[in-house]
């Protein structure tokens, strides 16, 4: 994909109308910083945007980052269609994760140190992380998979799971599908 089309699908998750890109990206902090995320993605990996675009776009990136409170690496493989609820707690430095990804406030998806090996974890397709939830280590979650308020998963989830607690448990397999709005197709 595209750096466009992957910011073009970021903005589909906050409204499936065919509203105007500023008036998501004025509307939207999540997606303002999205926005140049994507960017400082995409230019840090040309040689002629890695010293011209990208020293400007991370100054930007930076700035927001610190002013909404998300720590979200631009060197992580995040796919299509990333939706940020609310400002302010979002630590999230997964290996990888697919698209349709919705993240709430106060959210950690974060690594761990075994036997001096740094292990991150990686999310599939429609995964919704409710406010307060924590994912740990370097697990597996499946898609389609919802993990409830303040649960703290630190073992892989499968597909269409719906994780709570502390340790994260599967209570039932229905899901993540009534939390992830507007999904990119």
Request: glycine share 10%.
């Amino acid at each position: 994909m595209k750096l466009m089309d992957f910011i073009l699908a970021d903005k589909h998750r906050y409204s499936s109308e065919p509203t105007g890109f500023w008036k998501i990206y004025w509307s939207y902090e999540g997606f303002r910083f999205t926005v140049w995320l994507r960017i400082c993605q995409e230019t840090r990996k040309k040689k002629i945007t890695k010293y011209t675009i990208f020293p400007i776009a991370k100054l930007v990136y930076k700035h927001y980052k610190y002013k909404f409170g998300y720590d979200i690496p631009y060197d992580r493989d995040i796919g299509p269609g990333l939706l940020i609820f609310h400002i302010g707690g979002v630590v999230f430095s997964p290996k990888s994760c697919g698209k349709n990804v919705t993240i709430s406030q106060n959210t950690t998806v974060g690594m761990t140190v075994h036997e001096g090996i740094k292990e991150f974890p990686i999310l599939g397709d429609n995964v919704y992380l409710a406010p307060g939830s924590a994912v740990i280590g370097g697990v597996k979650v499946g898609n389609n998979v919802a993990i409830g308020t303040n649960a703290v998963l630190t073992k892989s989830a499968p597909d269409n799971s719906v994780i709570v607690g502390i340790p994260g448990k599967v209570i039932s397999y229905n899901g993540a599908q009534e939390y992830i709005n507007n999904p990119y197709e």
